[in-house]
């Protein structure tokens, strides 16, 4: 069973800075992908950001300049740079690993973003 334990949420002013951490039992690349979601009260979950195991990555157009995924093998570390924050962005943030067979998720991080 894989594990995923996001941490670096919080409540922060707009315009500020944030980073998330996604922390796996097991090695990152041995997934397709490594995605980060998010996710608020009665909407569904959406893609934030994706990274291959090849490296490419992918953004929602609502984040794109402000927020970088990125990881760390070593640590078999996910990250999600969230930069000049809107309130917008307030949400419950979901790391996610897409394996072969099963998907695993993290059990989120709550962002807070106030003007």
């Known amino acids: 069973q894989v594990q995923l334990v996001e941490s670096g949420g919080g409540l922060m002013q707009a315009g500020g800075s944030l980073r998330l951490s996604c922390a796996a039992s097991?090695?990152?690349?041995?997934?397709?992908?490594m995605q980060w979601y998010r996710q608020t009260p009665g909407k569904q979950r959406e893609l934030v950001a994706t990274?291959?195991?090849?490296?490419?990555?992918v953004y929602v157009d609502s984040v794109k300049g402000r927020f970088t995924i990125s990881r760390d093998g070593a640590k078999n570390t996910v990250y999600l740079q969230m930069n000049s924050l809107k309130p917008e962005d307030t949400a419950v943030y979901f790391c996610?690993?897409?394996?072969?067979?099963?998907?695993?998720w993290g059990q989120g991080t709550q962002v807070t973003v106030s003007s």
């Open positions: 990274m291959t195991s090849g490296g490419s990555t």
């Open positions: 996610k690993a897409d394996g072969d067979f099963l998907d695993y």
């Open positions: 097991r090695n990152i690349f041995s997934f397709n992908a």
